[in-house]
């Protein structure tokens, strides 16, 4: 069964750093999802794209957060200057059409970003 | 503003028992979508059912049902023969209105199967 592949599935980096976590959504999926989950805490809504753009976005993806699909396959997130609050499991998602029309949502297994 | 609650932080069950997770709902929107995961302690998070508002009858998957009940903004998780691999974090979520039609999340259910 086809699958969203997450790299790294960890990722340790110093406060202030920049980081790019890496997606490879479903191949024929249209929708794509990151969110964010802190230990402990529920799942968080970050980001979702659609048609090459950002369709929705929460309050918690501000200007040091960034999403792009460089290639037909690649979906990231990259956090600029990172910081200890960043440290979270980041998930991907992603849909073959908008969940309202009955589609789930798929989820990879989640980069565990460490920030130090 | 649209809600998800759960409101059992955690829950024990015997293996081969089965066990019923709660979830309600609140959300104006006519068109909405609920859904039901998994996430075992080694946390990915692993898509187990679906039920839509317009769905007449309540969704089922194997050993998994939800028992819709839309007058009480319900939707709660039935898990038939409980097996000690159930043993898991369980979220219930919903789509919000908006074009991608993001998941908003509960706080989720630890349910922990006993031998």
């Known amino acids: 069964e086809p699958e969203v592949t997450q790299t790294p599935s960890h990722q340790v980096t110093q406060m202030g750093q920049e980081v790019i976590l890496r997606c490879v959504p479903i191949?024929?999926?249209?929708?794509f999802y990151w969110y964010r989950q802190i230990l402990g805490q529920k799942v968080e809504f970050l980001v979702s794209?659609?048609?090459?753009?950002?369709?929705?976005k929460s309050e918690i993806f501000d200007d040091q957060f960034s999403v792009e699909r460089p290639d037909g396959s690649n979906f990231t997130l990259k956090i600029r200057s990172t910081k200890l609050e960043d440290s979270a499991m980041y998930f991907c998602?992603?849909?073959?059409?908008?969940?309202?029309?009955?589609?789930?949502?798929?989820f990879g297994d989640g980069t565990r970003l460490s920030i130090l | 503003a649209q809600k998800i609650t759960q409101t059992q932080p955690g829950m024990f069950v015997q293996e081969k028992e089965a066990v019923t997770l709660d979830c309600t709902y609140d959300?104006?929107?006519?068109?909405?979508?609920l859904f039901w995961y998994k996430q075992p302690s080694s946390g990915e998070m692993i898509f187990l059912i679906y039920?839509?508002?317009?769905?007449?009858q309540n969704a089922t998957e194997g050993r998994y049902s939800l028992n819709f009940q839309k007058a009480r903004k319900s939707a709660n998780l039935v898990i038939s023969a409980s097996q000690l691999g159930d043993s898991a974090m369980y979220f219930c979520?919903?789509?919000?209105?908006?074009?991608?039609?993001?998941?908003?999340f509960g706080s989720g259910t630890q349910l922990t199967v006993l031998p």
């Open positions: 039920q839509g508002s317009y769905d007449q």
């Open positions: 794209f659609y048609n090459n753009e950002i369709s929705e």
């Open positions: 191949s024929n999926h249209l929708y």
């Open positions: 998602a992603s849909s073959e059409a908008a969940p309202g029309g009955g589609q789930p949502q798929h």
């Open positions: 979520a919903m789509d919000l209105p908006g074009s991608a039609r993001q998941l908003t």
């Open positions: 959300t104006s929107d006519p068109s909405y979508g």
